[in-house]
């Protein structure tokens, strides 16, 4: 996500990245590739089409550009952007489903089901959503969006810690591949802190409160 957040600023501000972005996205890619094919590309070529992982980048350009988005409306303040988007977000996944369920490509849960998926729901909904969103917002307005999305990357991490205490046993090179693109991230992010740069991307992350 920071490395898209730089096409992101690219559109916003018609400033091209300077090449070594762009060699960073590559590394990062490359490191990705290792992480999600568990340490064999060469399975993309051999299996099918990996549909979600194509959903996971369309999902991350998404999340970079809303970031860069809580960053710069300053007028708002994070608990009224997060109120305001999370709205939106909520009537329109309403509309999906109802559609959804219409075409017969889902169906509606019944009231059991709702009961017991309720403890659940409320656990995502609360610590999962609305405190991580208002934090996440908050973040981007004191740190800026190309610095809150490189912290993003500890959600990655965070879980593929877990999933190793929970007893997965990763290959070699998704190690490497994770430090391959942790490395690829944290060289962008410095790279834009360049006081020549500095002007044109705090212009758009990280805009001043007016007073």
Known sequence: ????????????????????????IVVAFLGVMLVIS?????????????WGDALCLVGSFSF???TIGAASLSAFSPLRFTA????????????????????GYD?????????AALPAIVCLAIPGVVLAMLAWNASAR???GQNTALLGNLIAITVFVIQIVRGYR??????????????????????LRNPRRAH???EVIAPPRPA
């Open 64 to 66: 970079a550009a809303y």
């Open 38 to 50: 568990h340490g064999d590309p060469a399975s993309y070529v051999r299996g099918p089409v990996h």
């Open 142 to 144: 004191l740190i800026g």
């Open 107 to 115: 169906t509606p849960p019944s009231g059991h089901e709702l009961v």
């Open 84 to 103: 305001l988007t999370a709205s939106l977000g909520t009537l329109m996944m309403i509309g999906v489903a109802i559609v959804a369920a219409a075409v």
């Open 170 to 191: 990763p290959a070699v090179l998704e190690l490497v591949g994770a430090a391959v693109v942790i490395g690829a991230v944290t060289a962008n992010n410095l790279l």
């Open 200 to 202: 044109v991307v705090d």
């Open 1 to 24: 996500m920071p490395l898209f957040a730089a096409f992101v600023l690219w559109g916003w501000t018609r400033k091209v990245p300077p090449p070594l972005t762009f060699a960073c």
